[in-house]
Each structure stands twice: as structure tokens, then as C-alpha cells.
């Protein structure tokens, strides 16, 4: 696959495809068309036969810093109906990924906040470099994470998303994997060999199987449409919000 701005899609001859994060002058940080691409990367990948599993990997010091400056004005400026609608092209890029019919394996090697929190969140394994921080920011500008709350809170569960959704801290790997947002830790230099093990094993396994057992566990006692329905709806909400008004504009000034 060709033509993509902000991230490479390669596809090896074992079939172990890689997703790589293309911005790293601005740590990756999603705009429109980082989301769209993700979208569309992730409908071919899954519609690929050849593909048994998905890398999404980052290049430089960061893994995802969340959203872009210039797109979250483009957002301050919209009208609620447009910002609704660009949390619903965010929200079904995670679902893409989500219910990506391959094993998605996130190969974490730096700092992951806001929106790509989300990204680890909607990968079914996550390998994470030792001493890299995450955190859910939203609240520090006004706003919620909420487009990216029911994937979230599917992967961590209530208890621990409540330690963490509004207080715009920064924690470790320890925490993500007590809360199992993060699978594995290891020295950064052995990401590829931990990454590569897990791909393996896929190699091993019936595709067809992987691809119902998994479309099994995301059907269990879920009803991710409605959630995305209400996130959507809350961001707006805090948006509009003379709070998140405030907040935004003093951050988006200085930047």
C-alpha cells in the first residue's frame, strides 16, 4: 500500500503486515488525514487474505501524543454538528481497528497520550518499551476523553479507567498492565524480538478461527454502538462548554 502522508503500511511475505506512524516531528499527534488513513488502512489490511496479523508501530521518541494542534482548531471552530461529525470519523477509525479481522499487535516504543491511548486500547497486544508514561489529558483543557472512552474502559474495565479517565496525570507500565492496557514491558531493544514472538504464534494458528474468535470476545457483552453514540454526544457537550472554551483557546493561543 502507497500514497499515505502520515504513516507506511508494509506487508511482508509471511504475511505479518506493519502499520508505522509517520509524523514524528509532531510525535505522531492524529489529524484528519492520519484518521483517515488509519481507516483505510485498516479496510484493505482486513480485507487482505494474505495478511494474518497487524503491527502498528511508531517511528522516533513518541508513540502517539494525541490529537493535532491545527485539527483541534479546526475543531474549536466547527459547529457542534461538525465537531460530532469529526468525533465520529475518530470513533470509526477505532472501530476499523477494533474489529480489524487479524491480530493487532501494538508495538509501543515511546510516550502515548489522549487519542493514542485509544490506539493502544483498540489492540488486542500491546508490547511497551520499560519507562514510558501515558496519560488521558482531556480533562486539563476542558474537554473528556470520550471518543476514545468506550474502547478505553472496554480494555481497562470501570475500576481502573476511574483512576486515571479524569485526572489528567501521567502513569507507568505498571499501572497499564495491572489495568491491562498494556501486555508485555521489555528493554526498547528488544521490541521486535517480543513483537515477532507474538506474530509467530499467529502464523500457527487458522486464520479463519482467529478472525471468529475474536469477532466472539468483541460481541460479548458489549454494545459499542450505543457507547460511541453517548461519547460522541458528551464531547460535544464539553466542547461547547465555556469551560472547555476557555481552556482550549489559552492552550491553542500559546501553541
Keep these: ?61 513518541s508513540f502517539c501524543a494525541g490529537g493535532d494542534l491545527d485539527w483541534m482548531r479546526q475543531q474549536q471552530a466547527a459547529d457542534r454538528a461538525g465537531k460530532m461529525a469529526e468525533a465520529g470519523r475518530l470513533s470509526a477509525m477505532l472501530a476499523g481497528l477494533n474489529a480489524l479481522p487479524k491480530p493487532l499487535i501494538a508495538r509501543v516504543q515511546g510516550n502515548v497520550y489522549g487519542g493514542g491511548v485509544g490506539l493502544v486500547a483498540v489492540s488486542d497486544i500491546a508490547i511497551a518499551a520499560d519507562g514510558i508514561r501515558l496519560a488521558l489529558t482531556e480533562t486539563r483543557l476542558g474537554l473528556v476523553p470520550a471518543t476514545i472512552g468506550p474502547f478505553v474502559v472496554a480494555r481497562m474495565g470501570r475500576g481502573f479507567a476511574r483512576q486515571v479517565f479524569f485526572s489528567g496525570s501521567t502513569f507507568g507500565t505498571d499501572f497499564a498492565m495491572r489495568a491491562g492496557l498494556i501486555h508485555e514491558t521489555c528493554p526498547g531493544d528488544m521490541l521486535d524480538e517480543r513483537v515477532r514472538r507474538h506474530a ?34 458528551a464531547l460535544a457537550d464539553r466542547w461547547e462548554s465555556d469551560e472547555a472554551q476557555e481552556r482550549i483557546g489559552a492552550f491553542l493561543g500559546g501553541g
Design 1 to 61: 500500500m502507497s500514497g499515505f502522508e502520515t504513516i507506511r503500511v508494509e506487508t511482508g511475505a509471511d504475511g505479518i503486515a506493519t502499520v508505522t506512524l509517520d509524523r514524528p516531528e509532531k510525535h505522531h499527534a492524529m489529524n484528519a488525514a492520519m484518521i483517515a488513513e488509519l481507516t483505510e488502512a485498516a479496510a484493505t489490511l482486513g480485507n487482505d487474505a494474505a495478511v494474518r496479523a497487524v503491527v502498528l508501530a511508531a517511528t522516533g521518541p
Design 200 to 233: 509467530d504464534a499467529v502464523l500457527k494458528t487458522a486464520p479463519g478461527a482467529v478472525a471468529a474468535a475474536k469477532a466472539l470476545c468483541l460481541d460479548l457483552g458489549t454494545d459499542e454502538a450505543e457507547d460511541i453514540r453517548t461519547s460522541i454526544a
